[in-house]
């Protein structure tokens, strides 16, 4: 089992930055993928970021490509997610999500078998 926490959202003015965290318990990241999706009002839950277990491999959604960064602390059992340049179309719920590893690693949904509670952030125009 693995439990996740994500923290760091909040209310920001766009083209500013947040950094998200998301750190794991039960078991470490070592044995995970981890990625981070977002849901905004009205909208489905989407994928945003994505990182392998040994943090060797990422991979990005368009939408963010060049402004967010996913990445793991050494110890492995925190994934961040490092958001610059944000724009008001990036409001959302953020989830954090593991997912046994695959190559590549995986951007849908259905691959993850846990979840974080997810943590708001707001970028104002």
């Known amino acids: 089992q693995v439990q996740l926490a994500e923290s760091g959202g909040g209310l920001v003015q766009a083209g500013g930055s947040l950094r998200l965290s998301c750190a794991a318990s039960?078991?470490?990241?070592?044995?995970?993928?981890a990625g981070w999706f977002r849901q905004a009002p009205g909208k489905e839950r989407e994928f945003v970021a994505a990182?392998?277990?040994?943090?060797?491999?990422?991979a990005y959604a368009d939408s963010v490509k060049g402004r967010f960064t996913i990445s793991t602390d050494g110890a492995k059992n925190t994934v961040f997610l490092q958001m610059n340049s944000l724009k008001p179309e990036d409001t959302a719920v953020y989830y954090c999500?593991?997912?046994?590893?695959?190559?590549?690693?995986?951007?849908?949904?259905?691959?993850?078998?846990?979840w974080g509670q997810g943590t708001q952030v707001t970028v104002s125009s």
């Open positions: 990182v392998s277990w040994n943090g060797g491999r990422t």
């Open positions: 999500a593991a997912a046994p590893p695959t190559w590549p690693v995986t951007t849908r949904e259905r691959g993850y078998d846990y």
């Open positions: 039960g078991r470490t990241f070592n044995s995970y993928d």
